[in-house]
């Protein structure tokens, strides 16, 4: 983590908490505690309304917020490119989220920036994704949000069709095609599933349980046993 970004996130957890101490910062930070005393000295000076001392805590005094943040000419390229990826591949709540945040960024930049926002000349083709895809990966999104299992029907590779009941973890883009990586019940193992390929679909009212080895983190690190049905 950047010293700048730490700095930004001692200011966050101070204000969201009553106190503070050094020893809760360091470990939430990954950084010593020795580190954190310095962060706050250098905090105090530059302006920020911090009390406390080393051993008992820290607070920042109420009324205390950071100055608005600005957009570089790239950031906003960046957003603006990003957003209009959303709204050409994601699902029609995504793409009207989208385009809302687009709003706002541009309601809170100055004139020479506007101005940046709509003369970037990057595009995203318009929608690729169908409105059966689209409600699926809403679906899919709400499920994988609230923990709960999916029961599928599924068209595998060799076109045979298969039942599923699956824990999914998380939605990937692969540049034309979304992707769902999950836990499998009938396989036991972790599996990734198109999208395109759901004949249908319900989310079940049954949550699955958060299990260290059937997470998303166990599915990333399993990458490579993880087969696409």
Sequence with gaps: MRRADRLFQIIQFLRTRRVTTAFWLSERLEVSERTI????????????????????????????????????????????????IVESWADQSLATAAQSALSKIETALPDHLKESLGNTLLFSPLSRITPEISTTMAEIRYATDNNRKVSLQ????????????????????????????????????????????????????????????????????????????
């Design 37 to 84: 005393y310095r962060d706050i000295k250098d905090l105090i000076l530059s302006g920020v309304n911090i009390e406390g001392e080393a051993g008992i805590g820290y607070v920042i005094r109420r009324g205390f917020d950071l100055p608005p943040l600005m957009f570089s000419e790239e950031e906003i390229k960046a957003l603006t490119l990003g957003a209009r």
């Design 154 to 229: 599924y068209r595998r590779a060799d076109g045979q069709s298969s039942e599923r009941i699956i824990w999914p973890l998380g939605l990937f883009f692969w540049g034309a095609t979304w992707t769902i990586g999950a836990w499998c019940e009938m396989r036991n193992n972790f599996r990734v599933f198109r999208l395109d390929r759901i004949k249908s679909m319900v989310v079940l009212d049954k949550s699955y349980p958060e299990e260290k080895d059937k997470s998303l983190q166990a599915l990333i690190n399993n990458e490579k046993d993880c087969g696409l049905s």
